[in-house]
């Protein structure tokens, strides 16, 4: 029997919403560990700061590729390519896409921001440093935003694989995909605490909250869009969850006519 659309929808919603409660848990345990200054976290931090920092000291080489990573990854050039990503959308008629696209990258930005200036955290101080960053240190900015700029991305060219590629190549391109977007989230963070210019709960604490804009806003998204993705009849009524939340992107594939 065919799914409904509104259970379509509702399925999509549901995970989205599920999916950001979920992520937003560890997330405020992090935020009120660090604003108490929890002295476990704080020595697993410093433990890990100093040995991975001593390792990268150890070897320039190492930290010009670690420098050079965090640097094509960081939160400039990610919102250049999502904004990108955006205005291509728009001109192609996915302007819904394209809104939400911009208004997650904006809305994660402007959280990282406020909860920097909000809980003041200093950054580790090391007497031979190998790289610098300005402002404070929690949660890490290049960490949320390689969360926003992968998620927002892999959300938006899912839907084309489906659609553009032979069907014995889908699942391969949907993993690699997939992949790519979460060595992008984790080896970016993990080059901070391997610079020097973050802890490990910084890192941890973007990555989820990036993770949870990202699925928050497409729960908006799907609420707004307010009517099942458009689908070939042969497709079967069973899908599995990444499936149903990518569903509401087809827009980016098929857009407004």
């Known amino acids: 029997m065919p799914r409904r659309p509104d259970s379509e929808l509702g399925l999509r919603l549901t995970l989205a919403a599920v999916a950001a409660v979920l992520l937003l848990v560890p997330f405020t345990v992090l935020v009120l560990l660090v604003a108490t200054a929890w002295p476990p976290l704080l020595t697993l931090d410093a433990d890990l700061a100093a040995r991975l920092h001593a390792g990268t000291s150890a070897n320039p080489t190492l930290a010009g590729a670690l420098q050079l990573w965090t640097d094509v990854f960081g939160p400039g050039p990610l919102r250049v390519a999502v904004g990108a990503a955006a205005g291509w959308l728009w001109w192609r008629g996915a302007r819904r896409v394209a809104l939400w696209a ?151 594939a098929h857009p407004d006519e």
């Open 102 to 252: 911009v208004v997650t990258m904006v809305a994660g930005g402007l959280l990282g921001a406020g909860l920097k200036l909000l809980l003041g955290r200093d950054r580790p101080e090391f007497l031979d440093p190998v790289s610098h960053a300005a402002g404070y240190s929690f949660p890490s900015g290049h960490a949320l935003t390689a969360a926003l700029g992968a998620g927002v991305l892999l959300l938006i060219f899912l839907p084309f694989v489906r659609h553009a590629a032979a069907v014995r190549t889908q699942r391969l391109t949907r993993c690699a995909l997939v992949a790519a977007a979460l060595i992008v989230a984790v080896v970016t963070g993990l080059t901070r605490i391997a610079l020097g210019v973050h802890w490990l709960s910084d890192v941890v604490a973007g990555w989820t909250l990036g993770a949870a804009v990202v699925a928050a806003t497409t729960a908006a998204f799907a609420t707004w869009r307010g009517q099942p993705a458009r689908r070939p009849a042969s497709r079967p009524a069973h899908r599995s969850a990444a499936q149903a939340v990518d569903g509401a992107f087809d827009e980016a």
